[in-house]
């Protein structure tokens, strides 16, 4: 298990840099000059000798790998540079938007876990019957709207009809609801549909008719056929987390939410590129990190998985 855990570990260092490298290149395939656009979004009026100036004082005068590598060694050491906009640090700026977007990712999941094992459970007990075709019609009928679609269905009638829930803002706890529920929906017929079908296949296997044939009652063999039916909705969920922070673009600026999403889409219209290349960045180590611990998790998990490790 050691070994496999140093592999994987030391597996993730190329594809790293290759990530970071890539997302360098996109940034600099641009077309216009960044030193222009970091005076004129502080409307100053660019002239050929400021140009070359801020050029030089954001470092874009040296060649490509040695920009690259200074990048890469001042990135490793916390500094992802200035904001082309407030001159604040791009560290800064990141470390005041990722909270309010980890809260709204961790609201988002417990309704994801809650409501797909409680359906995906209820659909595979019912199966085939119209208990089972409504939930699933339901829900796939929701996720199969888009999400910005949802979020202002749900903004007019729990905020504007029934003046329940504030439309926007993080000004109390009851703000996070309705984010939380239109970025639910995305994912809710996936897990619903892998629990499904993964325990309606698990109630065939041989172990289940031993449990039947034993005398066992209909709860625990359900639970014995949920926790051999989880492996695969495991680690899809684990790819999820990054997906849900990565997702959170539209809900963020629908409800006026202070998280990245909203940061970087500041950012792409200001054309402030240090802050979207930080974000580039951030996503990919985190889809990446996630998907490290995931199979570490599934390996420790399934007795199989660890002898092939072996």
Known sequence: MRQYLTKRILSTIPLLLFVT????????????????????????????EMVQSMREELGLDEPFLVRYKNWIVNSLQGELGYSYVNKKPVLEELQLAIPPTLQLAGATLAIIVFFSISIGILCSIFENRWQDRLLRGF??????????????????????????LPTSGMNSPQSIILPAVTLSMTFLSTYVRLIRNN???????????????????????TWNIFTNSIQ????????????????????????????????CVKAIFNSDYPVIQAYIVLM???????????????????PRLRREAK
């Open 21 to 48: 490298f890539l997302a360098f290149i996109l940034i600099n395939l641009r077309t216009s000059d960044p030193a222009e656009i970091a005076l004129r979004v502080n409307q100053i009026t660019p002239t050929e």
């Open 199 to 221: 325990m309606i296949q698990n109630k065939h296997e041989n172990f289940i008719l031993y449990a039947k044939v034993r005398g066992l009652n209909e709860r625990t063999i």
């Open 139 to 164: 829900i796939f009928f929701l996720s199969a709207m888009p999400s910005f679609w949802i979020g202002l269905l749900l903004m007019w009638f729990f905020a504007v009809y029934l003046g329940l």
């Open 284 to 302: 990919a180590v985190l889809f990446i990190i996630c998907n490290l611990l995931v199979d570490i998790v599934v390996v420790m998990i399934d």
């Open 232 to 263: 695969s909705s495991l680690t899809a969920f684990g790819m999820s987390i990054p997906r849900l922070i990565a997702g959170t673009v539209i809900v963020e600026n629908i409800f006026a939410w202070p998280g990245i999403g909203r940061l």
